[in-house]
Each structure stands twice: as structure tokens, then as C-alpha cells.
């Protein structure tokens, strides 16, 4: 079914088709051309991070991360169970276990007063998910990790430049994945930057990105031939690629503007409605800037979140949920997972909804789906009522 106002629609901010043009009649559609230059120096020095590098999906760059953490069979990460599965699927390539931990109610990022607990002697790493693009308490985690020697890997796919305390997010971890997905903010189709902040990763990540060779340093003319020296796969986009995102990423403060907007006429728009219907609205904490990814809210039930997906879709309007507990999934219960262990995952991934979020949104869109929501309380009201 076709939707008159869909769920996402991959925004467009005005050069891409003239970048990528250049990028193929340049000769160099290849990986690690000018365009990925250009999109690494401008991450590179946003982010001040010790080196950038583009790959080809934020799934890729977590399995990267896991490769330079040197995971073994047998080692444990600690990842929260509502989460996309290639946060944790990463680290289960690599034969590792991972031990769910719950999220917070609030916030719905990995709960930190619960990280200590989880850890053992065989715990490597922690993987802490930025939700919606609101930091997670990075304090804590970080100070946990330093206490335990393990190491921090941020999945950030959906906070770009989004700050906890001041400081960007993809900046706290050893590691970090920002994904440029097309239903991100900033996108590119398929791709995502890899930020490497301890510069101890950054030689092997340049090898383990191009196929366990040291071609970056043949190219640098530091060796004057390239050979394996290591274990890699072909983790590098297609420069045609990095013009996309370059084109994205040099109007990035425009459609963070844009999407600012579309987050608090939502805000707005529903804040009196989610409080007479007990609605919860996102919670973001005074200290962290969000990155404006998407618009959630959380109905008090998962018949309450079915009906009005429903009231939605016959208006033609696509709203989503998102995570199921990745606990409760088919390979979560390999690892023991199971009912109860995690229970606000459990009860958010039920009542969760998604609202249409995309920069070319209108106004009048917008109004329609806020008017939809709000009827769906009105005829809430009625039944109640009537019974
Ligand atoms: C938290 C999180 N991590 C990783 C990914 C995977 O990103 P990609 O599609 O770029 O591989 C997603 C996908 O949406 C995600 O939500």
C-alpha cells in the first residue's frame, strides 16, 4: 500500500546529482577519492577525532570496531536489548556472547546503574546506543568502563553532532559508528563514518577497511608496494557515494534547522494530548542536545498503539514501531535470553510509535497527522463512554 503521507522520505539538500556527476567524469568512482577526502576532513575536524573513515554501512563499522577490539570467542559485550540487531550481531561474528542489559525508562538508552552488575572478568567491551540521538549517561558508562579496563564502543547511527554535556556524541568511545542510511538525518543511501578517537586503532583500521592490505600506506607513499599484512574485508564506499554525502553534509546545519522544527511542532502539537491520554513524549534531559532523528511516543498499551497505527494507515498515514527486544529474538534466547529479563524494553518495544519524520515535511502534513492523533483520542473517549 502506497501512503499519501509515508514514514520517511530520503531528503534531498540540492548538489548531490551535481557531486556525484563529478565524481564519475572525475575518473575516480572508486573508493578513497576526492569526495571521501573531503567527507572525512569535515567530520574529521568537527568531530576532532584522531581519524574518519567512511565504510559502507554503520552495520560494517561496528563489525570493523569489533575486529580492532580483537574479540574472541568466548568474550562478553554488553549491549541493550532494545537496539537494532547489528549493534550486537557484530560482536556474534566474532564468537563473542552478548549479556543484555535493560534500558532506561526515560531516555530509553542503555541502562547505566545496570552496566556494573553485568560485567564479569570476560566482558570486553560496552556498546552503548544513543536513542533517538539522546546521549546516553556517558559519565557513568565511561567511568565504568576505565574501572574494568573494557573497552566503549558508541553505535551513534542516529545522533550526529547531537552533544551530551557539550561534547559530540561518537566522541566519548574508543570507537564510534554515525550511520548516513537513508532514513537518517544526513544520507548517502548506504554508508557511515567509522570515528576512531584512540589513535592506537587507527593504523589497523585503514588495513582492516581495505582488505587486510596496507594500501593507505602505499597511497601515502609510506611503502612502495601493498601486500596483506592482516585480517580486513573491503569495508570502503564507492567515492560516488561520498559526493552524496558530501553534498548532505555541507548543508548539515540547514537540515538540522529543518528537522528541529518538525521535532517541536510535534512536541507541540500533541504535548496537552499526550498528557490527558497518559502519552508519554520523548524525554531529553536538559544537558544533552538531541540530533532531531525522529518523533516517538509511547500509548499506554500495545492494543492502544496497534489501533491508532491503524486509525493512521486509513488516513494514508505510515507511522512505525521499532526494536522488538532483541532478548526475546530467536538468536537473543541462544543466549538465555527471555521474558522478564529486560522488562521496560519489553513494555516500550510494545507501546513504541514512530511518527513521520522527513525534511520535506509540510506544515499542513504535519497538522494532518497531529489532527489524526488527537481524534484517535477523541474516539478513545467515546468508546470508553459508550461501553
Ligand atoms: C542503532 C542502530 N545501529 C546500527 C544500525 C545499522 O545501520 P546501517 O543500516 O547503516 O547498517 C541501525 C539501523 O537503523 C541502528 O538503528
Known amino acids: 500500500m502506497s501512503y499519501r ?3 520517511n522520505k530520503p531528503g534531498l539538500a540540492g548538489d548531490e546529482l551535481r557531486y556525484i556527476a563529478d565524481a564519475i567524469t572525475q575518473g575516480h568512482s572508486a573508493g578513497d577519492g576526492d569526495y571521501t577526502a573531503k567527507c572525512h576532513a569535515f567530520l574529521q575536524a568537527r568531530l576532532n577525532a584522531a581519524r574518519v573513515l567512511l565504510t559502507t554501512s554503520c552495520t560494517h563499522a561496528i563489525e570493523m570496531a569489533a575486529l580492532l577490539l580483537d574479540i574472541q570467542p568466548g568474550d562478553e559485550v554488553i549491549v541493550p536489548a532494545f537496539t537494532f540487531v547489528s549493534t550486537v550481531n557484530a560482536f556474534v561474528l566474532r564468537g563473542a556472547r552478548p ?9 530509553l538508552n542503555l541502562d547505566e546503574s545496570q552496566v556494573e552488575r553485568a560485567i564479569t572478568p570476560r566482558t570486553r567491551a560496552i556498546v552503548p546506543v544513543h536513542y533517538a540521538g539522546v ?28 552533544r551530551y554535556k557539550g561534547r559530540y556524541l561518537g566522541t566519548f568511545g574508543d570507537l564510534a559508528t554515525q550511520s548516513f542510511h537513508e532514513t537518517k538525518n544526513i544520507i548517502c543511501g548506504e554508508g557511515v563514518a567509522l570515528v576512531i578517537n584512540d589513535p592506537a586503532y587507527v593504523e589497523r ?82 544537558y544533552c542536545r538531541q ?31 521499532h526494536y522488538l527486544p532483541l532478548h526475546l529474538s530467536e538468536m537473543g534466547r541462544r543466549f538465555g535470553g527471555r521474558e522478564g529479563q529486560c522488562p521496560v524494553t519489553e513494555s516500550v518495544s510494545d507501546r513504541l ?5 522527513y525534511n520535506n515535511l509540510t506544515e499542513s502534513e504535519q497538522g494532518e497527522v497531529v489532527a489524526a492523533i488527537r ?12 461501553q
Open 5 to 7: 503521507i509515508p514514514f
Open 99 to 107: 549479556v543484555f542489559c535493560d534500558i532506561r525508562p526515560d531516555t
Open 135 to 162: 546521549g546516553c549517561e556517558m559519565d557513568a558508562i565511561l567511568a565504568t568502563a576505565a574501572r574494568h579496563g573494557v573497552r566503549v564502543v558508541e553505535d551513534n547511527a542516529h545522533g550526529l553532532f547531537a
Open 205 to 286: 583500521a585503514e588495513i582492516v577497511r581495505e582488505k587486510g592490505t596496507n594500501r593507505a600506506r602505499f597511497y601515502r607513499g609510506q611503502v612502495d608496494k601493498y601486500t596483506w599484512v592482516d585480517i580486513g574485508s573491503s569495508y570502503l564506499p564507492s567515492d560516488i557515494l561520498a559526493a552524496f554525502l558530501y553534498a548532505q553534509l555541507e548543508r548539515y546545519e540547514q537540515i538540522d534547522a529543518t528537522r528541529e522544527r518538525i521535532w517541536r511542532r510535534y512536541d507541540e502539537g500533541l504535548r496537552d494530548w499526550a498528557r490527558e491520554n497518559g502519552v508519554e513524549r520523548p524525554h531529553v534531559p536538559e
Open 291 to 321: 540530533s532531531y532523528h525522529m518523533y516517538y511516543i509511547l500509548l499506554r498499551s500495545q492494543e492502544d498503539r496497534q489501533a491508532l497505527i491503524e486509525l493512521l494507515r486509513e488516513r494514508g498515514i505510515l507511522a512505525v514501531f
Open 353 to 357: 510509535l514512530r511518527l513521520p519524520f
Open 375 to 386: 481524534s484517535f483520542a477523541a474516539q478513545a473517549v467515546v468508546h470508553r463512554v459508550l
